[in-house]
């Protein structure tokens, strides 16, 4: 079974409590980069039934909440390529689920291995 439904519906829940509140743009922001952010990309390190295309909803969702955050126009994908885009090139850093499907798939093998190693630590 996939778990992107259960994501997807995890990231609404989530979106409510973040714009509850009133927050500060920054803070606002950060609790997106370290809880809804980390709340949505494990997915396709658990998920064996999907695919990447299950994930681009959730790609979108996030997309959707940093929109709203950052009270701009620019385009989902525009939102995606800022978020996921390294600190150095002038991007936010965050590991998206459909945007990193691939990395996170070769991860999953590197791990099964004894000595596997961890791939995201060359993207920190």
Same mark, same amino acid.
Request: proline content about 4%; overall charge positive.
């Given at each position: 079974?996939? *778990? &992107?439904?259960?994501?997807?519906?995890?990231?609404? +829940?989530?979106?409510? &409590?973040?714009?509850?509140?009133?927050?500060?743009?920054? #803070?606002?922001? *950060?609790?997106?980069?370290?809880?809804? !952010?980390?709340?949505?990309?494990?997915?396709?390190?658990?998920?064996? @039934?999907?695919?990447?295309?299950?994930?681009?909803?959730?790609?979108?969702?996030? &997309?959707?909440?940093?929109? +709203?955050?950052?009270?701009? #126009? /620019? @385009?989902?994908?525009?939102?995606?390529?800022?978020?996921?885009?390294? $600190? +150095?090139?002038?991007? /936010? #850093? /965050?590991?998206?689920? &459909? $945007?990193?499907?691939?990395? /996170?798939?070769?991860?999953? !093998? +590197?791990?099964? $291995?004894?000595?596997? $190693?961890?791939?995201?630590?060359?993207?920190?």
């Amino acid at each position: 079974m996939s *778990l &992107a439904p259960k994501i997807l519906t995890r990231l609404e +829940e989530l979106k409510e &409590a973040l714009f509850c509140v009133n927050l500060p743009t920054h #803070q606002r922001l *950060l609790i997106f980069k370290q809880c809804i !952010v980390t709340a949505a990309n494990y997915g396709p390190l658990l998920d064996v @039934s999907s695919d990447k295309d299950a994930y681009r909803e959730v790609d979108l969702k996030l &997309a959707s909440i940093l929109k +709203e955050i950052l009270h701009t #126009q /620019m @385009s989902a994908e525009k939102l995606i390529d800022l978020a996921t885009t390294s $600190k +150095e090139n002038g991007g /936010m #850093q /965050m590991i998206f689920p &459909a $945007k990193f499907y691939d990395l /996170m798939k070769l991860q999953v !093998v +590197e791990l099964k $291995k004894p000595n596997g $190693k961890n791939i995201f630590s060359a993207l920190r």
